[in-house]
Every structure is written in C-alpha cells, then in structure tokens.
C-alpha cells in the first residue's frame, strides 16, 4: 500500500490541524493505521494508532486528550486531528500501516512496513 500524507503547515500555540493520509488500493481496512512523529534532532516517536475496523484509538501520553485519531474506510483515509497545538507537537509527521500489527505493537514503529512521505507541522509560540 502506498501513503500519502498531507495538512500540515504552520499554526499558532492553541490552534487546530487535521492530517490526512490517503492510502492507495483496495485493502485499506485491513491495515492498522499509526501515526508517527519526528522533531528536529530527535528520535522519530509514536503519536497514534487506530485499529482496522476504526473505534478507539490508541495514543502517547503526550497527545492524550489532545489529538483524535480517525479513519475513513469508504475513503481509504486516516485522519489525525490535533486540537490545542503546543510548540513541542512541531515535527514532521508520518503516516504508516501494517496489515499483521498486533494491539500490543501499536507504538512500535518497526512493525510498520508501509510509510508516507511525511507533513511538516510547525506551531509557533
């Protein structure tokens, strides 16, 4: 499956974005959806993950309460939709699935086979 992800830009501290990640093919609902995050200088973490048939999402401690992860199965399309946007969530941001993830490897970025391109998120202060 190929990836594409997009909506990223420069916000303000407090302000909102939605990411998408748009997925090519006809198996999308059979891949678990995660998103990850990397900022400048730092390792790349894990943000987010949404199961294959969608439901609760699971998320970092940091996001917690914050971010809402999403999909769209009809459309072939997650969404990470990023409310109360703080300096520190600048980073690029990265979309991946995987067919086989289990629950317990969500926040796993190497169980993830299928990467987009990444979106460039800044918020200023």
């Known amino acids: 499956v190929q990836l594409q992800a997009s909506g990223g830009g420069l916000v303000q501290a407090g302000d909102s974005l939605r990411l998408s990640c748009v997925a090519s093919?006809?198996?999308?609902?059979?891949?678990?959806m995660g998103w990850f995050r990397q900022a400048p200088g730092k390792e790349r973490e894990f943000v987010a993950a949404?199961?294959?048939?969608?439901?609760?999402?699971v998320y970092s401690d940091s996001v917690k309460g914050r971010f809402t992860v999403s999909r769209d199965n009809a459309k072939s399309t997650a969404y990470l939709q990023m409310n109360s946007l703080k300096p520190e969530d600048t980073a690029v941001y990265y979309c991946?699935?995987?067919?086989?993830?289990?629950?317990?490897?969500?926040?796993?970025?190497?169980?993830?086979?299928?990467w987009g391109q990444g979106t460039l998120v800044t918020v200023s202060s």
């Open positions: 991946a699935a995987d067919s086989r993830i289990i629950t317990s490897s969500y926040g796993h970025q190497y169980q993830y086979h299928n």
């Open positions: 093919g006809d198996t999308f609902r059979t891949y678990v």
């Open positions: 949404i199961p294959r048939g969608g439901g609760r999402g």
